[in-house]
T-cell receptor, first 109, second 113 residues
């Protein structure tokens, strides 16, 4: 079993739809990251969370430490949101991230 | 610099040749990480530097892979006797040592033919 599980693996949405991507993890963590990777592009860090909720524009990230679960929401989705969204947890002692396999989002106009 | 800089952005090499990938982290970032993303695969941790020392090399896939960091700044990842399975995008990230916020470089796409 992977230490970081994301769902769904693939997601197709119509422009304007509300989108939710889920991340569950099995290890103790200090922080969780949501990353965005555009096709052929680099990786952008969207959020780093250790508790509660963060909002940036149309993006909202929440985390429930007790349930070991985080969600990334996109409101009023747009085709430019099409990308792979990756959940990564910071396990602590050695400084490296443990990555989920990513959710490929495609938003159709 | 303003961000994490990696070079080259693309590298095509013949099987058996050695390659050197470079990462120039954000000035002042003491922690530096190398990751690899193979085609269709998730991200894979390779090695982590704290200053010039590497407390965690557990992710290096074989002894053909090595990395160093000098002056607490630039890092090089060297792959000797490249194999086709080494083809991947190699990503570097850096952060302050007491911060969990990472900044990623745009990666080096390595193709071994």
């Amino acid at each position: 079993k992977n230490e970081v599980e994301q769902s769904p693996q693939n997601l197709t949405a119509q422009e304007g739809e509300f989108i939710t991507i889920n991340c569950s993890y099995s290890v103790g963590i200090s922080a969780l990251h949501w990353l965005q990777q555009h096709p052929g592009g680099g990786i952008v860090s969207l959020f780093m969370l250790s508790s509660g909720k963060k909002k940036h524009g149309r993006l909202i990230a929440t985390i429930n430490i007790q349930e070991k679960h985080s969600s990334l929401h996109i409101t009023a989705s747009h085709p430019r949101d099409s990308a792979v969204y990756i959940c990564a947890v910071y396990g602590g002692s050695q400084g490296n991230l443990i990555f989920g396999k990513g959710t490929k989002l495609s938003v159709k106009p | 610099g303003a961000g994490v800089s990696q070079s080259p952005s693309n590298k095509v090499t013949e099987k058996g040749k050695d390659v050197e990938l470079r990462c120039d982290p954000i000035s002042g970032h003491t922690a530096l990480y190398w990751y690899r993303q193979s085609l269709g695969q998730g991200l894979e941790f390779l090695i982590y530097f704290q200053g010039n020392s590497a407390p965690d090399k557990s992710g290096l896939p074989s002894d053909r892979f090595s990395a160093e960091r000098t002056g607490g700044s630039v890092s090089t990842l060297t792959i000797q006797r490249t194999q086709q399975e080494d083809s991947a995008v190699y990503l570097c990230a850096s952060s302050f040592i007491d911060s969990l916020g990472y900044t990623f470089g745009s990666g080096t796409r390595l193709t071994v033919v």
